[in-house]
């Protein structure tokens, strides 16, 4: 029977991970495999010998998305994969990779992953986290300097350049595309719970978990 799959989406430093983790905390996690559409970042070699400093990571173009796609098909149909994983300091991905195998949940945890048609298509419930920019902003800047290894200069030139111009064009546009928004991210938990209950609604229409 096919796996149940959950985009969720938002913009950087929304909290779309931390919504994750409280949907995992209500469900069984042994039955859960979470997806990072950042871990399909194209290496930095496929940029034609541009600088990090010179490329636009919030664009759609910076990511495989094709692969993304094919290793959802892949788990629908049961098959393992290797997920790619890749290094945020260096910008470029590890030779090594992450088995995963099918799971009955698939949570897809991206910002541009209600972007693609087709990536939209495989999804049974789409979350949009929904979070004030300045907060977002705040949340970028530690995250990079904390977990990436970057300068509060860099990062705030990388939002300005780039983040804040693709965000407009495509994240937020790519609201509308969701059948739940939550505000205020993980702090929403009223809407959390309503998430929870749906997703265990549909897996007991499946006879799963």
């Given amino acids: 029977m096919k796996p149940l799959v959950i985009g969720l989406a938002g913009g950087t430093g929304s909290g779309k991970t931390s919504v994750a983790n409280k949907i995992l905390d209500r469900l069984d996690k042994n039955h859960i495999v979470v997806l990072q559409h950042d871990s399909y970042y194209k290496d930095l070699e496929n940029f034609d010998g541009l600088t990090p400093d010179k490329i636009n990571y919030d664009h759609p173009d910076s990511l495989e998305t094709e692969i993304l796609i094919q290793h959802i098909r892949q788990l629908c149909e049961g098959k393992t994969i290797h997920q790619p994983i890749y290094n945020f300091a260096t910008y470029r991905r590890m030779i090594e990779t992450q ?3 099918p799971k009955d949940i698939i949570i897809v945890d991206g910002i541009l992953i209600f972007v693609d048609k ?3 298509e495989l999804m049974d419930i789409k979350i949009f986290v929904d979070t004030d920019a300045d907060e977002r902003l705040i949340r970028r800047i530690r995250r990079d300097i904390l ?3 970057r300068s509060v200069e860099t990062v705030m030139n990388q939002y300005l350049g780039t983040v804040k111009p693709t965000h407009l ?3 937020e546009p790519s609201k509308h595309w969701a059948d739940i928004i939550i505000p205020r991210g993980a702090d929403n938990l009223v809407a959390i719970d309503m998430i929870v209950t749906k997703i265990k609604s549909m897996m007991d229409e499946k006879g799963r978990v």
Wanted: no cysteine; charged share 50%.
């Fill in 118 to 120: 087709r990536l939209r």
């Fill in 99 to 101: 088995k995963i195998v």
């Fill in 147 to 149: 977990e990436r290894g």
């Fill in 169 to 171: 064009e495509f994240v």
